[in-house]
Nanobody, 128 residues
């Protein structure tokens, strides 16, 4: 059974940093995609960053390019999202996701429908 458990959320002021972690277990695919999504109140869930474990290729939403970095530690089965220069508009519940990655392109890997396993989320609040 696949389990994804996020941690690291919190409250910071604008310009601050946070690092989210996602501990993964039970995943049997040798090559797959993992991603971070976020959902603000009243808005749809959106893809923030993704990584294809087969090549290590990373993909980012335009809104976070240059500020967020996705990475993985295979030894620890953990996915990370380093978030720098945080803005109030980054406030949302952040979710970790995993999927078999049928296609690997910048559009597909940031779609919610591309993933079949999700964590419970961790809240990020950025104040101005």
């Amino acid at each position: 059974q696949v389990q994804l458990v996020e941690s690291g959320g919190g409250s910071v002021q604008a310009g601050g940093t946070l690092r989210l972690s996602c501990a993964a277990s039970g995943y049997t695919y040798s090559r797959y995609c993992m991603a971070w999504f976020r959902q603000a109140p009243g808005k749809e869930r959106e893809g923030v960053a993704a990584i294809y474990t087969g090549s290590g290729s990373t993909y980012y939403a335009d809104s976070v390019k240059g500020r967020f970095t996705i990475s993985q530690d295979n030894a620890k089965n953990t996915l990370y999202l380093q978030m720098n220069s945080l803005k109030p508009e980054d406030t949302a519940m952040y979710y970790c996701a995993a999927g078999p990655c049928q296609y690997v392109n910048s559009w597909y890997v940031l779609q919610t429908g591309s993933y079949n396993y999700w964590g419970q989320g961790t809240q990020v609040t950025v104040s101005s």
